[in-house]
T-cell receptor, first 114, second 113 residues
Framework: DAGITQSPRYKITETGRQVTLMCHQTWSHSYMFWYRQDLGHGLRLIYYSAAADITDKGEVSDGYVVSRSKTENFPLTLESATRSQTSVYFC?????????????FGPGTRLTVL | GDSVTQMEGPVTLSEEAFLTINCTYTATGYPSLFWYVQYPGEGLQLLLKATKADDKGSNKGFEATYRKETTSFHLEKGSVQVSDSAVYFCALSEMNRDDKIIFGKGTRLHILP
């Protein structure tokens, strides 16, 4: 049971480059989420998706794009990476929206933008 | 808007000490409350949760009671172990409020042998 996986685990890129972070879950969970984790800010929601082809912005969505053509995949794209997007990115999923349900997190992707 | 405030870390304790990590929240309705734990190099995982007032969540020796009168959900453990060293996040999610969960900033816990 693979659960929820993220790739790559580590990524170094340069300012202005496009970067895509992958997230894959094997549970067929309806909801998926992208967070970024930064010192002093905790976790902040970037985007979430209630189902395939349904996405919505979170607290810090500027500069990011998501898609969800299949239930199990939820890629996050940085269209033109900036240094301020250096962070650890976590993908999560849940059967509902997390109101009373558990969110299951991937292991994270550490992104460095030079 | 809704928010979660938890005590700043790092918190450093000796093994077998009593642990309290404070968490208070602001919400307009009746949120569900969570504690998540993040071990080094890993993603977050649910530690415990409570969905209504006076509920007590418990797991792995940790406990937290949903106190509506004080809007608190403090995490406690009677005797910590070195393996409890991690970052702990308090969180809330409120019915009919944008279907999202709000996390506190996290409290790093160091347990010394």
């Amino acid at each position: 049971d693979a659960g929820i996986t993220q790739s790559p685990r580590y990524k170094i890129t340069e300012t202005g480059r496009q970067v895509t972070l992958m997230c894959h879950q094997t549970w067929s969970h309806s909801y998926m989420f992208w967070y970024r984790q930064d010192l002093g800010h905790g976790l902040r929601l970037i985007y979430y998706s209630a189902a395939a082809d349904i996405t919505d912005k979170g607290e810090v969505s500027d500069g990011y794009v998501v898609s969800r053509s299949k239930t199990e995949n939820f890629p996050l794209t940085l269209e033109s990476a900036t240094r301020s997007q250096t962070s650890v990115y976590f993908c999560a999923s849940s059967t509902t929206s997390g109101i009373t349900d558990t969110q299951y997190f991937g292991p994270g992707t550490r992104l460095t933008v030079l | 808007g809704d928010s979660v405030t938890q005590m700043e870390g790092p918190v450093t304790l000796s093994e077998e000490a009593f642990l309290t990590i404070n968490c208070t929240y602001t919400a307009t309705g009746y949120p569900s409350l969570f504690w998540y734990v993040q071990y080094p190099g890993e993603g977050l995982q649910l530690l415990l949760k409570a969905t209504k007032a006076d509920d007590k969540g418990s797991n792995k020796g940790f406990e937290a009671t949903y106190r509506k009168e004080t809007t608190s959900f403090h995490l406690e453990k009677g005797s910590v172990q070195v393996s409890d060293s991690a970052v702990y996040f308090c969180a809330l999610s409120e019915m009919n409020r944008d279907d999202k969960i709000i996390f506190g900033k996290g409290t790093r816990l160091h347990i010394l042998p």
